[in-house]
T-cell receptor
Framework: RKEVEQDPGPFNVPEGATVAFNCTYS??????FFWYRQDCRKEPKLLMSVYSSGNEDGRFTAQLNRASQYISLLIRDSKLSDSATYLCVVNWSGGSYIPTFGRGTSLIVHP | ETGVTQTPRHLVMGMTNKKSLKCEQH?????MYWYKQSAKKPLELMFVYSLEERVENNSVPSRFSPECPNSSHLFLHLHTLQPEDSALYLC?????????????FGQGTRLTVV
């Protein structure tokens, strides 16, 4: 079975804090990895892709560890607007590359 | 219009009704997906179409019937649904044969079965 596991949280942090989320995946043949953000009652939207060498986009840093089959997302200097659910997504190849979603990690940033 | 468009945005239907959800993508993608998201639950993959062929059917009850007439359009036909089918139904598309491509979502149809 192809699974993606995330701690559902919620992570409740003050503004300015640094917070990290992890995600593990079971299918070693997984090919590509992403973090999505989903606001309440809205559709998921791509936050960033995750590359083998790790990548950074402003306050957000994503890391991939293929040997241990996990990916991480680090958010520095949290803002109130970062409050959302963060979804880990793994594409596995079953002929097509099918996105498999984790259950999401809820982040609440408070003043 | 660009991106992925779903209609209707909201739907209330009785258990004996028949209705259809529509999804249209203007991104030139060749794969389309239906997901179900119930309250407090993760996204559940329902169906996958690649190059207009169904490649994945995740043990979805037969009261849900997908249709993909071309690479830009995807439908989900609904009949004799149950109240527990009330959920947000999300359509997505991607370039299915590109391993690094992300999925783009429509805004979803919020379905209530009464």
């Amino acid at each position: 079975r192809k699974e993606v596991e995330q701690d559902p949280g919620p992570f409740n942090v003050p503004e300015g804090a640094t917070v990290a989320f992890n995600c593990t995946y079971s299918n070693s043949a997984s090919q590509s990895f992403f973090w999505y953000r989903q606001d309440c009652r809205k559709e998921p939207k791509l936050l960033m892709s995750v590359y083998s060498s790790g990548n950074e986009d402003g306050r957000f840093t994503a890391q991939l560890n293929r040997a241990s089959q996990y990916i991480s997302l680090l958010i520095r200097d949290s803002k109130l607007s970062d409050s959302a659910t963060y979804l880990c997504v793994v594409n596995w190849s079953g002929g097509s590359y099918i996105p498999t979603f984790g259950r999401g990690t809820s982040l609440i940033v408070h003043p | 219009e660009t991106g992925v468009t779903q209609t209707p945005r909201h739907l209330v239907m009785g258990m004996t009704n028949k209705k259809s959800l529509k999804c249209e993508q203007h991104l030139g993608h060749n794969a389309m997906y239906w997901y179900k998201q119930s309250a407090k639950k993760p996204l559940e993959l329902m169906f996958v179409y690649s190059l207009e062929e169904r490649v994945e059917n995740n043990s979805v009850p037969s009261r849900f019937s997908p249709e993909c007439p071309n690479s830009s359009h995807l439908f989900l036909h609904l009949h004799t649904l149950q109240p527990e089918d009330s959920a947000l139904y999300l359509c997505a598309s991607s370039q299915g044969n590109g391993q690094s491509t992300e999925a783009f979502f429509g805004q979803g149809t919020r379905l209530t079965v009464v």
